[in-house]
């Protein structure tokens, strides 16, 4: 598969089969991951996955805390308002949507709370002693896990509801205070027959976001 195909063939997966990822895969894809650039060779990404019991515990906690109204939010903060041209794309999710797919979006909310019953989900952390430069090249790794789960089969998709609560994360994954939890991304294999995976998001043509100059 080249980077092409896999660019072409990514998306956002909303359902999962159960089945188990062999850790040995999830390494193979980490060790490559590793290639991918940072200013001056930090590599300030820090990864902790959650499968299994582990990632049972989460789910349940996070349940409870959905249940009891416990409010959460990631440990960087949501931007308090988007520019009108990320609005508008926002917007354009629906504009992907088939009759069916619209149907199925109903369960959105419910699975995303449940990490979309993902096998296991890749958790990238940083340092808080980096600031956000460091986060262009934990971006930049999150892409490499991506396409490099892609090419081997698996499906992924990089959601903040997954980090909610990061409190339950550090517990559970005994994720160091004196790191940030960034994203979560749920990966896995993708139930087909799940009519949400036949959501595919519209994108801006490149000529209407790339300027040259003059």
């Known amino acids: 598969m080249t980077v092409t195909e896999a660019m072409n063939k990514r998306s956002s997966i909303r359902a999962f089969k159960p089945d188990k990822i062999d850790r040995s895969l999830l390494m ?8 991918t650039p940072s200013w001056g060779n930090t590599q300030p990404w820090e990864v902790f996955v959650a499968d299994g019991e582990a990632l049972d515990k989460i789910r349940e906690a996070y349940a409870n805390n ?7 939010g990631p440990e960087v903060a949501r931007p308090p308002d988007w520019p009108e041209e990320a609005k508008r794309r926002q917007g354009g999710i ?5 009759p069916e797919v619209q149907e199925a979006f109903s369960q959105f909310a419910q699975l995303n709370q449940a990490m979309f019953y993902a096998p296991a989900v890749v958790f990238l952390c940083m340092d808080k002693a980096l600031t956000n430069w460091s986060m262009y090249d934990i971006g930049a790794y999150s892409q490499s896990v991506m396409l490099l789960a892609t090419e081997r089969g698996l499906s992924t998709i990089p959601a903040i509801t ?53």
């Open 66 to 72: 959905y249940e009891s109204n416990v409010a959460g």
């Open 162 to 214: 997954s980090v909610t609560y990061p409190e339950i994360l550090h517990r559970e994954l005994n994720i160091p205070d004196s790191y940030y939890v960034l994203i979560g991304i749920p990966i896995g294999y993708a139930d087909d027959t799940q009519d949400i995976n036949k959501l595919h998001t519209l994108r801006d043509k490149a000529a209407d976001v790339v300027r040259f100059a003059d």
């Open 94 to 98: 629906r504009g992907g949507m088939t």
């Open 28 to 35: 193979e894809i980490f060790e490559l991951a590793a290639r």
